[in-house]
């Protein structure tokens, strides 16, 4: 937050709207208050809200975007306890909420498309609620009975709703469990069937033992929580199949699971919905989690994005003419660019830069492809693209089936 480059915007009821902060913001985790007045709109008289948005080219120390560290509740003169649900979400757009107290329950609808899954996610921001998480097609403030729930009680949770032929409405419930109040984000994330793969993964001669199986899946199903992450839930491995050992990475194999320690790479390949990648044993038995490593292959393999560094990779001394995209090389990236091309990297010769990338985005390409069709369009906004990361919602990377 701190390299002069960043802003936090507010949009609110008062004027002016919004209020933009910038430049050297707080590089701490201790509370800065805004010391101006944020007036929220009153939606339906039920719920108040303000919208924030957080603009950063990641180019700086890897900080986490502004959350509510404290709040100071007003309430209104007259009270009901008949519960309701006003908030309304838009497919794969974050939105966030405050829980107040422990028992404290936020209510959201959703409209799901037809024949599209969606994938409900929850993650604490701030604060030290357990959460829970309850979706329903007919109940408009869904609880314990409801026909999806996420309940371990833990920071972070997540639901699958089925595809249906007809659109419809999906209800949902955020309650905090336990630990007291809790800042949260929210997203109902639905994809086209085409994006939610099923990928065979090939060992290339070798047997993974138990050991090794263990190590696979728990990469790969992070691999593919920032694969959904950083295409905003448009694109989800939702299986992973491994095979019996090859010896050669033939067209059928979507990762080859490399017994050496040969360079990662990764590129489109014929019908294969993510491409070929290749990984080697360095990476895939390593105790080190080289999940955004994956997801940079994918990025070749899934969108044909090029490298935007300078050969050979040297991690983060790597020079770099993209400082806010995972292909970068940088350990601090975990999206794919919202921006033009060469506006923060390092490299000073701009004909290289622009004979290497083009002066589009990794979003542009990716929308070119139509592979990010639901939420907000960040190839067509000055919007940074969504920061949030869900590899560690263990309830998501659960909802990855590995046949191994």
């Not at 905090?176 to 290339?204: K, V, Y």
């Not at 979507?254 to 489109?268: A, E, F, K, Q, R």
């Not at 693209?385 to 909802?399: F, R």
Request: aromatic share 8%; proline share 6%; with cysteine.
């Amino acid at each position: 937050m701190t390299d002069g480059t960043d802003a936090f915007r507010v949009f609110h009821a008062g004027t002016p709207s919004p209020w933009v902060y910038a430049g050297t913001l707080n590089s701490t985790t201790s509370l800065t208050w805004s010391l101006t007045l944020w007036t929220p709109f009153n939606v339906f008289g039920l719920y108040t809200t303000v919208e924030t948005k957080w603009e950063t080219n990641n180019g700086g120390q890897n900080y986490n975007p502004p959350s509510f560290g404290q709040v100071i509740v007003k309430c209104r003169p007259t009270q009901t306890t008949t519960a309701t649900n006003g908030v309304a979400l838009s497919p794969n757009t974050g939105v966030d909420g405050l829980l107040l107290s422990s028992g404290d329950t936020i209510y959201f609808n959703v409209q799901q498309a037809g024949f599209r899954n969606m994938v409900v996610t929850v993650e604490r921001l701030a604060g030290a609620a357990n959460l829970d998480l309850f979706a329903d097609s007919t109940n408009v403030t869904p609880d314990g009975t409801s026909q999806w729930q996420s309940t371990t009680s833990a920071g972070a949770e997540a639901v699958e709703i089925p595809a249906v032929v007809f659109s419809r409405n999906i209800y949902i419930g955020v309650r905090a469990a336990s630990g007291g109040a809790g800042h949260f984000r929210i997203h109902a994330s639905q994809q086209d069937l085409p994006a939610r793969m099923t990928l065979s993964m090939c060992p290339l001669n070798f047997t993974p033992t138990t050991t090794e199986r263990n190590a696979i899946r728990t990469l790969f199903r992070r691999a593919s929580a920032r694969l959904f992450s950083a295409t905003n839930g448009n694109q989800f491995v939702k299986q992973l199949n491994l095979t019996s050992q090859v010896s050669t990475c033939g067209s059928t194999c979507d990762v080859c699971l490399d017994n050496i320690n040969s360079p990662m790479t990764g590129s489109p390949l014929g019908s294969l919905p993510c491409g070929q990648i290749r990984i080697p044993r360095s990476v895939w038995s390593s105790a080190t989690d080289f999940s955004v490593g994956i997801m940079h292959e994918w990025g070749h393999a899934c969108f044909a994005l090029i490298d935007e560094y300078l050969a050979p990779p040297f991690g983060d001394s790597s020079p770099g003419w993209c400082g806010h995209s995972t292909m970068n090389n940088l350990s601090q990236t975990r999206n794919f660019c919202s921006r033009v091309h060469c506006i923060d990297g390092n490299v000073v010769n701009p004909i290289s830069c622009l004979s290497q990338s083009g002066p589009d985005s990794n979003w542009k390409r990716m929308k070119a492809q139509g592979k990010v069709p639901w939420g907000e369009d960040f190839a067509a906004t000055s919007n940074t693209s969504d920061p949030t990361q869900h590899n560690t919602n263990v309830a998501l990377t659960n909802l990855v089936s590995t046949n191994f």
